[in-house]
């Protein structure tokens, strides 16, 4: 096999984006270069939220395939009718709403590499299928008798143990050993020591930059805290904390407790946050109800961040917008989510949308105050006037909340 060196391995994270120097992170990137001119199957072994995704990516641009086409398919999310059809295609006719042949992933990809991410989900059929194109190259489409061929590499993931989805008869022996042929082992982001905070650090700038908002900045016990959680959900939840931290608290030194809501624990119950939690959410009775809250919430932080900024706009003309400091005022921002169109996007589509419909902008805004007001008050409520509680439910820092609250008059 072909020597890799750490500069390979830095500009293939480079490329990527890939961001953290830990031992295990590094022997899986390097292992993947390895791997990418010798055409076998790999299989990708992670967590769930581990960055799984980059590997078949290494493995397709580092290898002698990179010209040709990459298909990511997430087997997982394919309906169990549908997926034969997605992977080899179909003949017109061959099912009903088959009105016309279509051709599958393993004939566009064809001289390319198809990534098969969950691939544990696979149906049997389908196994069946992917075992024999593995094999021989050869597949029929669904509905077809005739034998089409088509070269591929596959790149497989999956976060379950094979081994047991094997004894359990889920998945086929046969198909796994063919598959495993290497086999690359993403670390969980609990093992990749200081690359924890290197991450945080990372999102923290990129969201930063997105929402045009000061950088939060973490206090050495909220580091600390960071790097001693378990992190179940790995770098997606790392960076799903982040954004949130960075929304509701641009700007501040954030310490251990104001980060404790964002890190559910083991016994974690959701009531002790109030809806506002940084959770999967429930989907029971409640969770309805505690998702029009949240989403309540996630509104008047929006207003108050586009206040924030108009305000800081001003100063920074001058006093040249004096007057005009609010949205209410300036109708050229009245397009919409104005100062951050990234904001819009990476939030719930009803926000947006609620925020651009042709009512006056003042009534909205009217309309918004009263809603935050309203929120403020009941939340004061629920939690005894207590403020720290009160911040943290509504996810805004304490200091936001005093101010609001002798805005508001609500002492
Ligand atoms: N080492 C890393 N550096 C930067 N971003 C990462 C890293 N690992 C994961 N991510 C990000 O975390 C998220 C989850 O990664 P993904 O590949 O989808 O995980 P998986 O497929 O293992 O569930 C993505 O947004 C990805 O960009
Ligand atoms: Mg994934």
Known sequence: MNRITDSDIQAAKLRLGIVGSSPLLLEAVGRA????????????????????????????????????RYIAVNCG????GTIDSELFGHEKGSFTGAIASRKGYFEEADGGTIFLDEVAELPLTTQARLLRVLETGEFLKVGSSQVQRTNIRVVAA?????????????????????????????????????DIIMLARKFASDF????????????????????????????????????????????????????????????????????????????????????????????NMIFQLRNEVDALRAELDGGRLAGGLTVSARPSSASGVGHGPSLALSLPEEVAVTEVTDRSVGHVTRSLEDTERETIRESLERNGGRRKATAAELHISERTLYRKIKEYGLE
């Not at 960075?246 to 083991?266: C, E, I, Q």
């Open 208 to 299: 930063a930059e997105r929402y045009s908002t000061p950088e939060i900045e973490l206090t050495d016990d909220a580091r600390s805290a960071i790097r001693g959680y378990r992190w179940p959900g790995n770098v997606r939840q790392l960076k799903n904390v982040v954004e949130q931290i960075s929304l509701f608290h641009a700007g501040d030194r954030v310490d251990a407790a104001a980060l404790a809501p964002y890190l559910p624990s083991p016994n974690y119950t959701p009531a002790l946050v109030g809806g506002a939690d940084a959770g999967a959410g429930g989907s029971d009775a409640g969770g309805r109800q505690s998702y029009a809250r949240e989403r309540e919430v996630l509104f």
């Open 77 to 80: 999310a394919i309906p169990e």
């Open 33 to 68: 270069l390895q791997v990418a001119p010798i055409d076998l199957s790999v299989l990708v072994i992670g967590e769930s939220g581990t960055g799984k995704e980059f590997f078949p990516k290494i493995i397709h641009q580092a290898g002698s395939r990179k010209h040709a």
């Open 158 to 194: 999956t976060n379950v143990d094979m081994s047991q989805a094997v004894a359990e008869g889920r998945f086929r022996q046969d198909l796994y050993y063919r598959l495993s042929t290497v086999q690359i082992n993403v670390p969980p982001l609990r093992d990749r020591g200081g």
